[in-house]
């Protein structure tokens, strides 16, 4: 039987666990650690962000996570709107929001949807991450 967060229930410490690491996610991503971000995946983790090829397994993720930092990409925040769970799976939606720090110093806003699929192996880790924007693609 699956479970939502938006009822109260026996599993409400999977829920808080999920929301706990996802602000981790966007803590160790604000801060440049990149090795943190990748280190919430699972080995063989999927990472879909905006704009990017698929990074496939920690490395690619710490990688990807890195380039969009360095790119200016920072104060990422997530906010899981929908955690829904069986056994030792998780499905956790909401919306995203960052800005991207231009070479000129402004900033340009995005915000968007993402999923995050989770697993139980020990402790709690992606295995697969996507979020796309809610804005018009800027030609």
């Known amino acids: ?3 939502s967060s938006s009822v109260p229930n026996r599993f409400q410490d999977v829920e808080t666990m999920i929301r706990g690491l996802t602000q981790d996610l966007c803590m160790a991503f604000n801060t440049g650690n990149y090795d ?7 080995p063989d983790g999927v990472s879909m962000v905006p704009n990017r090829p698929m990074a496939e397994g920690t490395k690619a993720i710490e990688q990807t996570s890195r380039k969009l ?3 200016g990409l920072e104060d990422l925040r997530f906010e899981t709107e929908r955690i829904t769970h069986s056994g030792d799976i998780a499905v956790e939606t909401g919306r995203y929001s960052v800005v991207r720090r ?3 110093g402004t900033v340009l ?3 968007g949807k993402y999923v ?3 697993r139980r192996l020990g ?3 992606i295995m697969v991450e996507c979020w796309n924007s809610d804005l018009p693609a800027v030609r």
Not at 36 to 42: I, T
């Open 69 to 71: 930092g360095e790119e």
């Open 123 to 125: 402790a709690w880790l």
């Open 109 to 111: 806003a995005d915000r």
């Open 116 to 118: 995050h699929t989770w």
């Open 36 to 42: 943190q971000v990748a280190a919430l995946f699972s």
């Open 1 to 3: 039987m699956y479970r």
């Open 102 to 104: 231009q070479s000129n």
